[in-house]
Each structure stands twice: as structure tokens, then as C-alpha cells.
């Protein structure tokens, strides 16, 4: 079995930063990308950021405040947060590519974490 464990979420005033990390566990053979999504309340679940081989995507409403990085060797990936606004305010999901090998054969499939809650209120 493979989980994710988010941590990093909290409460934090507008322009303040935060930031969330994600560690990956479990039979993995290997992680061919890593990145973050959020949901708020009555909003569709929406990318805010991958990392891979291939490099980093961001959505536009957060480029130049947030940076995503990963840490291969922990299979850890993070989320730095700055500035964040109001709109910022939404569960965020760390989301995973992960390859298990079952002894017989490789099997790559997306994980999702349990998700961690990010408030920016005054």
C-alpha cells in the first residue's frame, strides 16, 4: 500500500505564508510526479502546482507567490505559500504518480492525500 501524510495547514492572516509538505510511504518503487491541488467550498478541485522530471507547473493564480519542491531522496514534496489571499482558502490535496512492483509486474497509479486546510482570514 502506498499513503500520502500532508501536514502544514492553518490559519493565517492575508500576505502571510505557509508552508505544507507531503511524504510519501508504503511499497513504491518508484514517483514520477508529485504536486498539489485544492478544493473550496463549493468549487471544483483545482491544480495549484506539479513538480516531475519534466519540471514545475503552476496554475496563474499563484505564480510568483507559491514554489513547489521536491525531495526525491524523502519522497517528500513541498509547498512554499506566500502572500495568500483570501481566495487561497481551500483544502489542499497532495497528489502523487506512484509505480508499486507487485513482485510480478510494475503498476503505476495516482494517489491522493487526506487533505489539509489552509484558511487566510483577517
Known amino acids: 500500500q502506498v499513503q500520502l501524510v500532508e501536514s502544514g495547514g492553518g490559519v493565517v492572516q492575508p500576505g502571510g505564508s505557509l508552508r505544507l509538505s507531503c511524504t510519501a510511504s508504503g511499497s513504491i518503487f518508484s514517483i514520477h510526479g508529485m504536486g498539489w491541488y485544492r478544493q473550496a467550498p463549493g468549487k471544483e478541485r483545482e491544480l495549484v502546482a506539479t513538480?516531475?522530471?519534466?519540471?514545475?507547473k503552476y496554475a496563474d493564480s499563484v505564480k510568483s507567490r507559491f514554489a513547489i519542491a521536491g525531495d526525491t531522496a524523502k519522497n517528500t514534496v513541498y509547498l512554499r505559500m506566500d502572500s495568500l489571499k483570501a481566495e487561497d482558502t481551500a483544502v489542499y490535496y497532495c497528489n502523487a504518480d506512484i509505480v508499486t512492483h507487485n513482485g510480478q509486474s510494475n503498476d503505476e497509479a495516482s494517489y491522493w492525500g487526506q487533505g489539509t486546510q489552509v484558511t487566510v482570514s483577517s
Open positions: 513538480i516531475s522530471s519534466g519540471g514545475t
